[in-house]
């Protein structure tokens, strides 16, 4: 059975998705971009203030499923530089500390303009 993850803490969906789905103690949640949760607008301008931004609505949606970041298996990460990948990764290990399984590519553009967006699956917690 599917449980739709929806929480007031991580931006809501800008588009026909929800924030993420649970599966088997599995969630595969959407990608983050750095928007704020409360105004839904962009957050900072340079990749390591956008990165930061990003890692703060993963946290509140892997804590809006009673997991952390070490719980995190795998993510895809997307660029719209690769000329930041170094800077964005600075950020990133902060907090993937258990070092998930990851992709990392550049894209032309991503939405809102933005530098960085990050998709998680994590393991949580079957309610």
Do not use: H
Request: net charge negative.
């Amino acid at each position: 059975m599917l449980k739709y993850v929806e929480t007031k803490n991580a931006p809501a969906a800008i588009g026909p998705y929800s924030q993420g789905i649970i599966l088997n103690g599995i969630a595969f949640f959407s990608g983050q971009i750095p928007l704020s949760a409360e105004t839904g607008e962009v957050v900072g301008s340079t990749i390591e203030e956008q990165t930061e931004q990003v890692m703060q609505n993963i946290k509140a949606l892997l804590e809006s499923q009673g997991a952390e970041f070490t719980d995190v298996v795998k993510t895809t990460c997307f660029l719209a530089d690769m000329a930041d990948f170094a800077a964005f990764n600075e950020v990133y290990a902060k907090y993937f500390t258990g070092k998930p399984a990851r992709s990392c590519v550049a894209v032309k553009a991503l939405p809102k303009g933005v530098l960085c967006e990050v998709e998680t699956i994590a393991a949580v917690k079957e309610a």
